[in-house]
Structures are given as C-alpha cells and as structure tokens.
C-alpha cells in the first residue's frame, strides 16, 4: 500500500475527497468546485490541461473531463475528426471528442463504480494520470492536422512513434 493509499485507507470516503488529496499530494492547482466536483490544472509537457472530475451518486459514476483550447481553422475539422476517431482506436480508456462552439479538445472517462463500489486513490491517480498521458501523446498530432496540414493517418503515425520515442 503506498502513502496515498494508506492517508486514505476507508470504505466511507468520498471520491472526490480522493481526488482532493491527490491533488494536494502531487501540488497540482484545484479548486473544490462542489462537494461532488472538482477542477484542476495539471502542467504536460506540450500545455497544462485542465480537468473536471465529478460524482454521480445516483449514476455511480466518477466522470473525468481533460480540456485543451483547440481552435481548428474549419477546413481541418473533417481531417481532426478522422484523426480523433484513429486515436480513440488506440486508447484502452477514455475518448476524444471535439466541442467546436467552446473551442476544445476534450478527452472523457467514466469509471463506473456500480454497486456502492469504492475508487481507490491508485485507481483514481491512473485514470487521471492516462487522461493527462493520451492528450501529450496525441497533442502533436492534433497539432499537425490542424496547422500543418497533414493527414490523420501521417499525424497518427507521428504520435505513435513519438510515444515509443521517448520511452
């Protein structure tokens, strides 16, 4: 059981209290926004991200949204789209999807905790550790869709080699 774990060993505690202390652990900027919902920013290599994270009780569902401004010329749509759906083939968890009217990339996750299930602290610092990972993995190639005018499949190609490049 690492440190975190063992600060926060309780069946009773609420996610997003989870999600508070983690945030304080690794010094990321939070704000509890609501008792089920908070917002960080977490610093990647490529831009800082902002995250949402929020509890349905009643869907039992801690849902985590990573946000980036993305502001495509309107001509690249389709190719980021294309390149989008390319991306969310290779992703284990979480999606892409593109918010055109806020101008944003948004990268979502639901972790489903049915039957009065507990988040633990190292389940829920993963998924908020993969959400930050999938956007600096994919970012340049977004990137080169949009301003370089490459194709999806040539700006995916890049983003997998840069992800095995830096291993």
Request: hydrophobic share 45%.
């Amino acid at each position: 059981m690492n440190a975190i774990e063992h600060d926060l060993f309780t069946d009773d505690i609420h996610p997003i209290d989870i999600v508070e202390t983690l945030a304080a652990h690794h010094d990321w900027d939070f704000d509890r926004v609501a008792e089920d919902q908070i917002a960080m920013s977490i610093e990647g290599s490529w831009r800082s991200y902002s995250l949402s994270l929020a509890w349905s009780g009643h869907e039992e569902v801690l849902r985590l949204i990573c946000t980036f401004e993305m502001e495509p010329p309107e001509d690249r749509i389709p190719e980021l789209l294309a390149l989008m759906d390319k991306a969310n083939d290779r992703l284990w968890t979480g999606a892409f999807t593109l918010w055109s009217e806020q101008k944003m990339m948004i990268y979502r996750y639901g972790l489903t905790l049915c039957g009065e299930q507990t988040a633990s602290a190292s389940q829920i610092d993963y998924m908020v550790q993969a959400a930050v990972m999938s956007c600096e993995r994919f970012y340049p190639a977004f990137q080169l869709v949009c301003w370089g005018n490459r194709s999806a499949q040539e700006a995916l190609g890049i983003a997998i080699a840069e992800a095995y490049g830096r291993a």
